[in-house]
């Protein structure tokens, strides 16, 4: 069944400032009556509604793509997303609304101003290669620059570069069929760099390639993306390559786009049903980072606290260990309260002097994926900090398996800071009355009743 534009949920309006390219209000409506379909499915018709008028491909699809940005279109087969890639350089004509790209608008142009656009802002990557057979690869990448009138010599050199970049230097002078298939994607995406165009429109590009080939060619687009900054607008209908892939995702169902948002926020927050559905199998430790599951760090202590100050925390906060931060709250590292009890007993005021420097810390942006091992391995939760090392919070075993189980973590008590075994209260509070070590038979045997809340 068709959806109703009630339904449509966008991060942002687009207002078309500082875009690479801008969508406005575009309909595909195939059919002998075009125009009414678009009024009528302006004026709230669904697309089953409009079949007499014609079959709408796509309807009402508005939406900017930044400078730099990798923008994934996701839909299934007979949403529309293949036919909007084809309005966005002029392969279709839209029955409404514009597309601009780099402030040219492709819609008014005229065919001998669409293939200059075509030359020089945009390039396409198809999921089938399009290679010429009887050119070698160096020659398949150049083919572009052939086409704009660039002169033998400067297009060869073009391509050598292009090529080493996408790590087929050695076959350069191979024809298509002596390649694997992933290897022939990359003369593909190679013949695209070589253009040199600021937008780069990619149609299923991975899509009959084997798995392992395909995340190598996955990886392999976003490093070089990082690298040359190039603005790509990627169609696919597998979930989990557009949210490796995107900085943004529009998903498509029955020619609508119904969400547009960063990979978390369509896993976290799906706009309907319908997205809920599609995101219910995605790998989450592969979406979710650590800034979006952290929490907030409790069991820190400046290291003006000093060691009867770092006592203290431990003592109300039920736990073993606390994090010692530096000016301007950096993360110098943690305290053990058996430590901290020998120095209170000593007399020592200088907690720096016992702080272990040995811990997990990962940057806000890094993948739950990455955090697994560091957490097996971690007596502590994983402190997240910035690039100043500044402790931005922490994300302990309990909130990682929360987050990959959808469970909320308010359903279940997660530690202050581990390690969870502790020395007793009452030697905790004996050593602050006094100032001296209480006696305990074995200083590395403590409490385990704890429990308590996150940090």
Do not use: C
């Not at 547009?260 to 592969?286: C, H, K, M």
């Not at 736990?319 to 943690?334: E, S, Y």
């Amino acid at each position: 069944m068709s959806i109703a534009p009630s339904e449509i949920r966008h991060d942002t309006s687009p207002d078309g400032t500082g875009a690479a390219l801008s969508v406005r209000g575009v309909y595909k409506v195939f059919g002998r009556r075009p125009g009414d379909a678009v009024r009528r499915l302006a004026a709230g018709a669904t697309r089953d509604e409009v079949r007499e008028q014609g079959s709408a491909a796509v309807i009402d699809a508005s939406f900017d793509v930044r400078p730099g940005e990798i923008f994934v279109v996701m839909g299934l087969s007979g949403s529309g997303k293949s036919t909007l890639i084809r309005m966005l350089n002029g392969l279709l004509e839209p029955s409404a609304g514009s597309v601009e790209i780099g402030g040219r608008t492709v819609t008014k142009a005229s065919a001998k101003e669409i293939r200059e656009i075509r030359r020089s802002s945009v390039s396409m990557v198809f999921q089938h290669f399009a290679l010429l057979p009887h050119r070698t690869v160096l020659e398949n990448v150049a083919y572009g620059l052939e086409v704009n009138g660039v002169d033998k010599t400067t297009r060869l050199a073009k391509a050598r570069e292009v090529i080493d970049l996408v790590g087929l230097d050695v076959w350069a002078d191979a024809k298509p069929d002596e390649l694997s298939g992933g290897m022939q994607q990359r003369v593909g995406i190679a013949r695209a760099l070589a253009a040199e165009t600021d937008v780069l429109l990619m149609d299923e590009a991975f899509s009959a390639l084997d798995p392992l080939i395909r995340r190598e060619m996955q990886e392999q687009l976003v490093d070089l993306q990082q690298r040359l900054g190039k603005t790509i607008v990627f169609i696919t209908h597998d979930l989990n390559e557009a949210m490796f892939l995107g900085d943004r995702i529009a998903v498509m169902r029955d020619g609508r786009i119904v969400q547009i948002g960063s990979p978390e926020d369509i896993l976290t927050d799906p706009a309907n049903d319908y997205v809920a559905q599609f995101v219910q199998d995605v790998d989450r430790a592969r979406v979710l980072t650590a800034a979006s599951v952290m929490e907030p760090a409790r069991a820190v202590v400046p290291s003006t606290a000093g060691p009867r100050g770092a006592l203290r925390v431990m003592r109300d906060l039920q736990t073993a260990a606390v994090f010692v931060t530096g000016r301007g709250r950096t993360l110098d590292g943690w305290v053990r309260d058996r430590h901290v009890m020998r120095q209170v007993k000593a007399g020592d005021t200088n907690l720096d002097a016992i702080v272990n420097t040995e811990y997990a810390r990962v940057s806000p942006d890094t993948a739950l994926t990455d955090l697994f091992e560091l957490a097996v391995e971690s007596p502590l939760p994983i402190a997240v900090v910035d690039d100043e090392d500044r402790l931005l919070g922490v994300v302990p075993r309990v909130t990682l398996l929360a987050a990959l189980g959808n469970v909320p973590t308010a359903t279940m008590p997660i530690p202050v800071l581990e390690p969870v075994t502790r020395i007793s209260d009452s030697d905790l509070d004996a050593t602050l009355a006094t100032g001296e070590q209480p006696v305990v038979s074995d200083p590395t045997i403590i409490s385990t009743d704890r429990t308590g809340a996150d940090a």
